[in-house]
């Protein structure tokens, strides 16, 4: 056998492997915020707590699918896990890594102004920089209704007990 670095299969010289360390970001702040939300749900009405275990399970198990298929694939050694370190400087300026920024600002910020406000504010700023700034006026007025939306169904229809803030009050008349 000869020192090249050669494919016996395919006669032709290997080809570096992809590297999956990237597709492991979603898939692990997934599980992460599914464990949480499940954690945090436990004293929510029992339909919101359904909602929260089948949406979950449902999560988890894709995951769980995912994390068996890469490391399968690690170990038949057809793609690596590396991770360099030397490109989180551009990475840091996406607007992806924004995003993460922003998601976890509107967990802070969710107690202080309440699910709504916080929500409008959330969905309003991930599509607008997404977007990169376009249309802000129209992502003001999707972001308001997906808002509402989300009022309806978990505070108004499911009963759950979401963070009040100034709009909650506001529409349940107790300024």
């Given amino acids: 056998m000869s020192d090249l670095n050669t494919n016996v299969?395919?006669?032709?010289?290997?080809?570096p492997k992809k590297n999956?360390?990237?597709e492991?970001?979603?898939p692990v702040l997934s599980v992460l915020f599914t464990l949480y939300y499940i954690l945090t749900i436990v004293d929510s009405p029992w339909t919101a707590q359904v909602n929260a275990f089948l949406v979950g399970s449902v999560l988890l198990f894709?995951?769980?699918?995912?994390?068996?298929?890469?490391?399968?694939a690690?170990?038949?050694?057809?793609v690596q896990f590396h991770i360099e370190f030397s490109a989180f400087s551009q990475a840091i300026?996406?607007?992806q890594t924004a995003f993460i920024v922003v998601s976890l600002l509107y967990l802070v910020f969710v107690d202080i102004l309440?699910?709504?406000?916080?929500?409008i504010i959330f969905f309003w700023v991930s599509m607008t920089m997404l977007d990169n700034g376009k249309r802000p006026v129209?992502?003001?007025?999707?972001?308001?209704?997906?808002a509402l939306i989300g009022y309806v169904v978990f505070i108004a229809m499911f009963e759950t007990r979401l963070p009040k803030g100034i709009i909650e009050h506001l529409i349940s008349g107790n300024v």
């Avoid at 690690?74 to 057809?78: A, S």
């Fill in 24 to 26: 492991f970001i979603i």
């Fill in 9 to 15: 299969d395919a006669g032709q010289p290997d080809q």
């Fill in 138 to 146: 129209m992502k003001a007025v999707i972001s308001i209704i997906m």
């Fill in 74 to 78: 690690l170990l038949r050694h057809e």
């Fill in 62 to 72: 894709v995951a769980i699918i995912f994390f068996i298929r890469k490391t399968l």
């Fill in 114 to 119: 309440g699910f709504t406000l916080a929500t």
């Fill in 20 to 22: 999956v360390a990237g």
């Fill in 93 to 95: 300026k996406t607007p």
